[in-house]
């Protein structure tokens, strides 16, 4: 029985992946990469390059066309890995277009998959306030989404991932819809969770890639060009 829920370490390892989809377009060629437990890692590379699709197979949102993709030790790229479920338990995934549910509150977006995987009401409340705390709304918690700006919703969409103690975060162009000054203020927040949690980031912001100067994966048509591993923004 596959007890995620105590992994400590994380480790996801690419081999010679490639994707294709039914018209013939090749969204990734073989791609070779290995990400180590705690690492932030930026993905960039123009629109079309492949991050997205990264993130999708870290997630077994989508499978490859050939090739291996390893989150620990099991192989989620296999047609035969029956274990999604508690794959996306340990995965916090931050969207570009923040996917909020309106019609519940700020408590209540964050705590729904928490509650979802059975746990108690009392731990519910405690890690969704640690959550709320780190990301700066937590007198904000029974607003409704309607009334908050898009910084304030994106920091709802981050508490949402790292809630449940999940060891990696996958955030793709978490800051695309937002301000430059509220683009450091989100970045921040992943900076509070560095070395604690294995954090993957697709972005176009140049700035950001440039400024805090960690992995950078480099992509272009589908293809790993670079892998620099105290990098900048490169194309």
């Known amino acids: ?59 077994q949102d989508t499978l490859p066309t050939s ?20 794959l996306r338990r340990n995965i916090g995934f931050v969207f570009q277009d923040f996917k909020i549910l309106p019609e519940k509150n700020i408590y209540e977006n964050i705590a729904i998959s928490l509650q979802i995987m059975g746990i108690s009401a009392k731990e519910v409340k405690n890690k969704v306030k640690d959550a709320l705390d780190l990301v700066g709304l937590n007198h904000k918690e029974k607003v409704f989404p309607v009334q908050l700006s898009a910084g ?32 450091w203020d989100i970045i921040k927040i992943f900076k509070k969770i560095e070395g604690k949690k294995t954090i993957i980031i697709a972005t176009h912001n140049t700035d950001i890639v440039n400024s805090l100067k960690k992995r950078v994966l480099i992509l272009k048509e589908g293809r790993l060009i670079k892998d620099i591993r105290k990098g900048g923004y490169e194309l």
Not at 12 to 18: D, L
Not at 77 to 84: E, I, L, M, Q
Not at 153 to 177: F, H, M, S
């Open 67 to 86: 090739g291996t993709v390893m989150v620990n030790e099991f192989d989620v790229s296999s047609k035969k890995f029956h274990h999604t479920e508690k």
């Open 152 to 183: 304030e919703l994106q920091r709802v969409a981050i508490a949402r991932a790292i809630c449940g103690d999940r060891k990696i975060i996958l955030a793709d162009e978490p800051t695309g819809n937002l301000d430059p000054k509220t683009t």
């Open 1 to 59: 029985m596959l007890d995620w829920l105590k992994f400590y370490e994380t480790m996801i390892v690419f081999e010679n992946v490639i994707k294709k989809f039914p018209l013939g377009n090749i969204a990734l060629q073989d791609v070779s990469f290995e990400i180590e437990d705690n690492e932030f890692v930026f993905l960039v590379g123009s629109s079309g390059a492949g991050k997205t699709t990264i993130l999708k197979l870290i997630l």
